[in-house]
């Protein structure tokens, strides 16, 4: 069985940094790339970042580029989202989900079937 389990968010103040985590079951890395979303109120879940073993990482939104990094400890079967630089517009919640195979293949939301439950992150300004 599949499953997937965030956690790290919280509050942090504009400028601060979080480090969330996705600890993955069911399946490894080794066999398929693993994508963070985000959805804020109001609005679409959208791709942030996605990484890959066989191909390393994709940026899917242009506004966290040089703030987030996205990695993998495979012993652990655990994905972090390291986020510098905090802005209140990256306030949402946090998803991870398992891509399709081991390749980054976009970041419709729509096509991904495996999520875990989320986790808020809020920035103050």
């Known amino acids: 069985e599949v499953r997937l389990v965030e956690s790290g968010g919280g509050l942090v103040e504009a400028g601060g940094s979080l480090r969330l985590s996705c600890a993955a079951s069911?399946?490894?890395?080794?066999?398929?790339?693993v994508v963070w979303f985000r959805q804020a109120p109001g609005k679409e879940r959208e791709g942030v970042l996605c990484?890959?073993?066989?191909?390393?990482?994709?940026y899917y939104a242009d506004s966290v580029k040089g703030r987030f990094t996205i990695s993998s400890d495979n012993a652990k079967n655990t994905v972090y989202l390291q986020m510098n630089s905090l802005k209140p517009e990256d306030t949402a919640v946090y998803y991870c989900?398992?891509?399709?195979?081991?390749?980054?293949?976009?970041?419709?939301?729509?096509?991904?079937?495996?999520w875990g439950q989320g986790t808020q992150v809020t920035v103050s300004s």
């Open positions: 989900s398992r891509d399709e195979g081991v390749y980054c293949s976009g970041s419709s939301y729509e096509y991904f079937d495996y």
């Open positions: 990484i890959s073993s066989r191909a390393g990482t994709t």
């Open positions: 069911g399946f490894t890395f080794d066999s398929y790339a």
